[in-house]
Each structure stands twice: as structure tokens, then as C-alpha cells.
């Protein structure tokens, strides 16, 4: 873990970017897909360029190797569980509301990163401006931040599913000394694999009819939203840590507005 450059701040801004358009995606994607079949496609679809990019560059995939407990969990927390609870919070709250409410993984990640991390002890100045980054982003987002009755439960998910990332960064620094490729192809594979009974039996997304819009946004969300946005997470997360990584949750709001 080192203390962050120039580039890291750069990967911070592109993830943020990249993780703005997902909610917006997300959105257009609903109107075709339940959020089961979203889940299962972003990362079946997501899968694609980092399974290919660890072939191009010989990396060994050790999703069942002696780790794969690991793999499995991570896959079943850091990406089935949240890509389920946000398609499905998604639905009813607005893009820019759902972007807000992702804006507290990093008092999540704080909290975690003192009592679960060996490097990232928070003390009253980080914790103090914890607080004031994301009061700044309530502040400059109340216009459209309108949580009531008809969609408080699906805001309720949002949170759950962004505390969700923040449990999954915690885990995958458990094994952060293996290849970032290695990890996020592997991760992937089990969350496939997790997701196929119940996209089976539950949604059957074969007999939809899906418009071009809803699935150009799921291509889009797997491939981009998922696979590249992963690759930048895990390096920022390995290189720099828990807290800095959950910083791009104060950009994407901002981002956000540009969709």
C-alpha cells in the first residue's frame, strides 16, 4: 500500500466516471430485465474482457483452486448481492438519488477498514472530514434528494447493496497479493455460476423481448460498468487501500449529473 500519485487519482476519476453511467444504464435496463437477469448479465458480460485479457496476458485463473471459498464469497457479496439490490432500488428511486446514497460507502469503509485492516486506523481529522465530504454532497444534491414513503424501502436497498462493496473490499484485501486479474476474472466466474439457478427459474429471461436501448445498456454495464470499472477497483483498492478506493463514492454523484 502506498501513499497516492498522481495516477491514482487519475484511475479514481476514470472508476467514477465509468460507475456515473451505471446508474443511468441501470435505469434503461429495468424497463426490458428484472433485476436478477441485470445482476447475471453484467457479469456474465463483464466476464468477457478480463477472462480474454488474462489469456492474452497468460495469467492463470484460480477460481478453483485451494482459494475458491474466497472467490466465491467475494463474488457472491462484492457483485451478485449489491447489482441485485441496486437494480432493484434502482427502479424506484431516481439515478442521481441512487448515486447519492453510494456517496456513504466511505463512512462504511472507514468503520470496516479500522476494525478489520491493519493500515487503516481512522482518527478524529479523517473521520471529521468523512463527515464533512459527504454532508457537502447532501448539501449540494438536496434538491433532488426525495426519499418518502413509495420508494423507501428500494433507497433502503441501495444502502445495503453499497455497504455490500465495502464488506467485498474488506475480503478481497485478504488475498490482494494475487494477480488483480486473476482475482477479478475469478470472482467473476463464481458470481456467474451463483446467479444461474435463479436467473433459471426465477425470471427466464429467455421469453423476454428486450428493446435495443435496455440491451445495449446490459452489454454496456457487464462489459464496461463491471469488467473494466473491476480491474480499476482491485488496483486501486491493492495499491492504495480500502479508504482512498472508497473515495470515488463523493465523485459519482457529481458524475452523475452529467447523464
Request: hydrophobic letters at 55%.
Given at each position: ?40 448479465l453484467r457479469v456474465f458480460f463483464g466476464s ?193 487501500g480500502l479508504i482512498f478506493q472508497s473515495q ?12
Open positions: 500500500m502506498r501513499q497516492p500519485k498522481l495516477i491514482d487519482y487519475t484511475l479514481l476519476v476514470i472508476l467514477a466516471l465509468i460507475w456515473a453511467s451505471a446508474f443511468f444504464n441501470i435505469k434503461i435496463a429495468t424497463e426490458s430485465f428484472g433485476p436478477i437477469t441485470i445482476a447475471f468477457i474482457p478480463v477472462l480474454l485479457l488474462c489469456f492474452y496476458k497468460k495469467i492463470k485463473i484460480e477460481a478453483f483452486s485451494k482459494d475458491w471459498y474466497w472467490f466465491a464469497i467475494i463474488g457472491f457479496v462484492n457483485l451478485v448481492l449489491p447489482f441485485f439490490l441496486i437494480a432493484y432500488g434502482v427502479k424506484s428511486v431516481q439515478s442521481n438519488l441512487a448515486a447519492i446514497l453510494m456517496s456513504t460507502t466511505p463512512l462504511s469503509s472507514t468503520i470496516l477498514g479500522h476494525f478489520y485492516t491493519k493500515n487503516e486506523k481512522f482518527n478524529l481529522v479523517k473521520t471529521f472530514g468523512i463527515l464533512i465530504g459527504f454532508s457537502g454532497i447532501i448539501y449540494l444534491f438536496s434538491d433532488n434528494l426525495l426519499i418518502n414513503d413509495s420508494n423507501f424501502i428500494s433507497a433502503l436497498l441501495i444502502l445495503l447493496g453499497s455497504t455490500c462493496y465495502v464488506v467485498g473490499g474488506v475480503l478481497t484485501l485478504k488475498i490482494s497479493k494475487k494477480k488483480n486479474e486473476n482475482v477479478t476474472g475469478s470472482i467473476l466466474i463464481w458470481a456467474v455460476l451463483i446467479l444461474i439457478p435463479f436467473v433459471s427459474f426465477i425470471e427466464k429471461p429467455w421469453n423476454l423481448s428486450p428493446s435495443i436501448e435496455s440491451s445495449i445498456s446490459v452489454v454496456y454495464l457487464g462489459m464496461i460498468s463491471t469488467g473494466v470499472a473491476w480491474l480499476l477497483r482491485f488496483k486501486i483498492l491493492k495499491d492504495n470515488v463514492s463523493y465523485l459519482i454523484p457529481i458524475f452523475g449529473e452529467l447523464y
